[in-house]
């Protein structure tokens, strides 16, 4: 009998054992993730670099480094909402961290683009008009191990508190607050732009399918948001594709319903003010809907290297604050050889 109860007591205080390091272990996998720790901010000499690159994987971020730029702008990117949050609370957050410690580890920042797209949320109350075609350039697909593109139901959220949820972990966990960052987090994002050229509408290449007025919907819960969660990040609007009159008949339009950013967002693709990368006309534009704040070129693309110096000079001296380029190299795109277009050498020495 006694020998009965003995046992019993062993037993009761082995399974005590085993659950307490259950939990130890439990906790210790939770750590590796997301921690306490000291707070972190963007370093001076790289929150004043006014040149960053638009990547495609963390593996071309020693190359800005080595030219002498300061930010990265992954794009489409890994922060797609229905990437990292691939089923209703359940979030991998694997892809996200390796951009952030390849980048903090080569002095650089993150510039990090936001779509607001799963699946399983669009399933939920979208048809499949919301699916783009299989021909559009950033469709989803798996090459050499890793996810890229956009999921491919791109209209507006079907629930925004299920959205919500999502930005508030993503940007709590890279914003250097000192709560429930990355694990080993010293170069934190405080910088986010909410979609991109929502106002393509392709059939090879469609980032939204929706109305301005919608775009300008996601853009103010994103925002407030993103505020709520990080006082003193700054949100960028979606890159405006150029200035041509439909482009900016769309960003009218969206502007026009009062949307609250810190800096305004513009592009240039071969085409259009060279001269400036489209800075003095988006200005204008801007001026006449009375919004008065910081430009960005997030990209600018070139038919000729000789082209690069006297654009950044004119950009610069026109009002924008910081340019991304789209290719290491003028008319080759892909992973980065090595090599880079002469005239990007030091081109940060013209910030100013």
């Known amino acids: 009998m006694k020998r009965g109860i003995l046992i019993g007591i062993i037993i009761v205080i082995a399974i005590i054992i085993a659950a307490f390091f259950v939990f130890i272990n439990q906790n210790s996998k939770e750590n590796l993730n997301a921690e306490n720790q000291s707070p972190t901010t963007i370093p001076d000499s790289v929150e004043n670099n ?10 071309e971020i020693p190359l800005i480094s080595k030219i002498g730029g300061g930010w990265a702008r992954p794009h489409p990117g890994p922060f797609a909402w229905g990437f990292i949050e691939t089923e209703k609370g359940k979030f991998d957050f694997s892809v996200t961290d390796e951009y952030v410690q390849v980048a903090q580890e080569k002095n650089i920042a993150i510039l990090a683009t936001i779509f607001p797209y799963a699946d399983w949320d669009q399933a939920s109350c979208h048809s499949k008009e919301c699916e783009v075609s299989t021909l559009d350039i950033f469709y989803p697909e798996v090459k050499m191990g890793w996810k890229n593109g956009i999921p491919k139901s791109r209209c507006i959220p079907c629930n925004f ?14 914003d250097g607050d000192g709560i429930e960052d990355m694990l080993g987090l010293k170069i934190p994002i405080k910088y986010w732009e909410v979609l991109n050229e929502p106002e393509m ?6 980032f939204f ?90 990209e600018a693309e070139y038919n000729s290297d000789s082209e690069i110096e006297n654009s950044v000079i004119g950009a610069l001296n026109a009002g924008a604050s910081k340019i991304f380029f789209t290719q290491f190299k003028v008319g080759q795109f892909g992973p980065p050889s090595g090599e880079y277009s002469p005239s990007l050498k030091n081109i940060s020495s013209k910030c100013k």
């Open 50 to 59: 006014c040149i960053g690159f638009v990547i495609g994987a963390p593996d």
């Open 161 to 174: 508190t299920d959205y919500n949820v999502f930005i508030m972990k993503l940007v709590e966990r890279y």
């Open 201 to 206: 509408k392709g059939g090879d290449m469609t």
């Open 209 to 298: 399918k929706g109305t301005p007025e919608e775009y300008a919907e996601i853009f103010k819960k994103t925002r407030d948001l993103i505020k709520g969660t990080c006082s003193d990040c700054k949100i960028l609007h979606a890159g405006a594709a150029g200035v041509q009159d439909y482009m900016l008949d769309y960003w009218g339009k969206v502007f026009g319903n009062k949307i609250d950013f810190d800096i305004a967002n513009i592009h240039f693709i071969k085409r259009s003010d060279l001269n400036t990368l489209n800075v003095k006309d988006f200005k204008i534009f801007l001026s006449e809907n009375n919004i008065n704040t910081s430009i960005w070129v997030t």
